[in-house]
């Protein structure tokens, strides 16, 4: 590998909004780099805008009219002079077109290779990489299905249930999990459509469909001179069709010799892809012997947080040195693991109205504090949170010497959080924390929907005032009818109440751009 030539980053465009945005900006800022904002005419007065240093506006509101606008962007990096691009998560930050855009525009792109991008985007080339240098992959096929004989030959080998996937889909798009041999046909058209539809890619692959598995996922960081480290592993269990709620680092899962391995793993991955920047090596887990590659996100996700807590790095920040040609000067030996991190996702959402989103005007805010105590957010008092992007408004993350310290942490934390004008999720995520399955550290994918009744009880007798929050049982815990849709409780599903505002992002988003 040829050593790149060292090219520190002077001024540096967000292509992004909202919290990420402003995370980056504060990083930049660390490091003595201008920053440009992006803004669309909703996003006028965001607080990214009014952190950064300049400021190019891209007319429109919508998604695809802005934020997803290369052409637009494109221009923006040539107006304010930027050298380098931060796509932050969502959005564009996977789409490797888009890289090689910013690459020919002159700047530099804050990531990793448009090659690397294509190569673990695609789920089929992946999983033959990875196979390639001994990383467990889940059984099925290796090759993107011909027809549905084809796939009923590899229903004989793996067995039921089965899962297909669209190669090129994430986000929990193009998947359908398969039963019985008289559910093939149909279930391989609806997948083949689906992916054409929202990944411009008809290919298909099957494999087999794991119940209610552990999602594990490991944080790594590379530099662009082929030296790379692993901050340790995710837990992303707490789901709700396939939407992550609430994220920990690390595990109680995995014992300290299987955090090693399943560490070692992801960093034999992502160096086979020939990877640089921060990113995700995602696995499956059947038990923490059994555990599976799903996919690389290749950008950093939502949950960096609880990494940066227990290990003690600024991914962001390091993200910004790696693109500007710096070596990374710690070796996997020097990284230990402090405590525990937890991180809940505090969303614009109405309990009551089937977890709409609830876009609105911020009267007032007071966020927690205190020891191990982080809030990432863009809100202030006064700001009108738009209708058309994504619902999440707030990350609140915790830290403590044990799990234990940090969950209750975290409960504090939540009893202080306060958002005057819209209503949240806050109050959902103190049910979990206090569940009992979810403070022994045995919940699954499944967690969410298999504690209805627990849900039900835990928001039966509250206070008159908060009553609104009894309809999580018409929101998150339709059991039913999501057991009788395409995927699982835990996928979309056209059966399941939808979020307008979260649909809308999952149609406006590119390939892989749920987070």
């Known amino acids: 590998m040829s050593t790149p030539t060292k090219r520190p980053i002077k001024r540096l465009l967000i292509a992004n909004r909202g919290e990420i945005a402003v995370r980056i900006i504060r990083a ?21 805008v009014k952190l950064a240093d300049y400021s190019v506006n891209l007319p429109g509101n919508t998604a695809v009219d802005t934020y997803l606008n290369v052409p637009k962007i494109i221009a923006a990096i040539k107006e304010s002079k930027a050298d380098a691009v931060h796509p932050g998560y969502g959005f564009l930050s996977e789409n490797a077109d888009f890289a090689d855009a910013i690459t020919n525009a002159g700047a530099k792109f804050v990531g990793p290779s448009a090659k690397a991008m294509r190569l673990m985007g695609d789920k089929i080339e992946a999983k033959r990489l990875m196979k390639a240098h001994k990383v467990t992959c889940v059984p099925g096929s290796e090759n993107p299905l011909k027809d549905v004989e084809d796939l009923r030959r590899h229903a004989q080998d793996i067995g039921f249930p089965m899962i297909l996937k669209a190669s090129a889909g994430g986000g929990g798009r193009g998947m359908r999990v398969v039963r019985t041999m008289d559910d093939l046909a149909e279930s391989f058209a609806a997948c083949t459509r689906e992916a054409a539809s929202y990944f411009g890619n008809p290919a298909v692959f099957c494999e087999r469909y794991i119940e209610n598995p552990r999602h594990i996922e490991v944080q790594v960081l590379f530099d662009e001179h082929g030296n790379g480290v692993h901050l340790f592993e995710r837990d992303c269990s707490v789901q709700r069709r396939h939407q992550k709620l609430i994220e920990e680092a690390p595990s109680l899962f995995l014992n300290a010799e299987q955090r090693a391995e399943i560490g070692g793993r992801a ?10 920047s921060a990113g995700t ?3 499956i887990c059947e038990s923490p012997e059994r555990v599976y590659f799903m996919e690389m996100n290749t950008r950093i996700q939502v949950e960096h947080t609880v990494s940066e807590e227990i290990s003690g790095i600024d991914l962001v920040r390091w993200q910004l040195l790696v693109a500007s040609g710096e070596p990374l000067p710690f ?19 109405d309990p009551a109205k089937g977890f709409l989103p609830s876009p609105g005007r911020v009267n007032q805010v007071r966020f927690p504090a205190g020891p191990g105590v982080r809030v990432d957010s863009h809100l202030y008092p006064g700001y009108e949170i738009p209708q058309f992007y994504d619902s999440m408004v707030a990350k609140l993350i915790v830290w403590g010497q044990t799990r234990e310290i940090a969950m209750d942490r975290m409960l504090r934390a939540l009893s202080e959080f306060e958002i005057d004008g819209v209503p949240t999720t806050a109050k959902f995520h103190e049910a979990v924390l206090r569940n009992p399955i979810f403070r022994a550290g045995t919940m699954n994918t499944g967690f969410v929907e298999s504690q209805a009744e627990y849900f039900k009880k835990a928001f039966s007798n509250v206070p008159e005032e908060h009553q609104d929050h009894a309809a999580l049982l018409a929101a998150i815990l339709t059991v039913e009818d999501q057991k009788k849709g395409a995927v699982t409780a835990t996928t979309t599903s056209s059966a399941a109440p939808k979020s307008l505002w979260r649909e809308r992002s999952r149609l406006e988003s590119t390939r892989r751009g749920g987070v």
């Open 28 to 48: 930049a800022r660390d490091l003595g780099i201008e920053t440009v904002a992006l803004y669309s005419d909703a996003d006028q007065y965001s607080l990214h």
């Open 267 to 276: 960093v034999v991955a992502a160096k086979a892809a020939g990877y640089s």
């Open 281 to 283: 090596i995602e696995f």
């Open 331 to 349: 070796k996997q030996e020097d990284i230990q693991l402090r405590g525990w991190a937890i991180e809940a996702r505090i969303n614009a959402e």
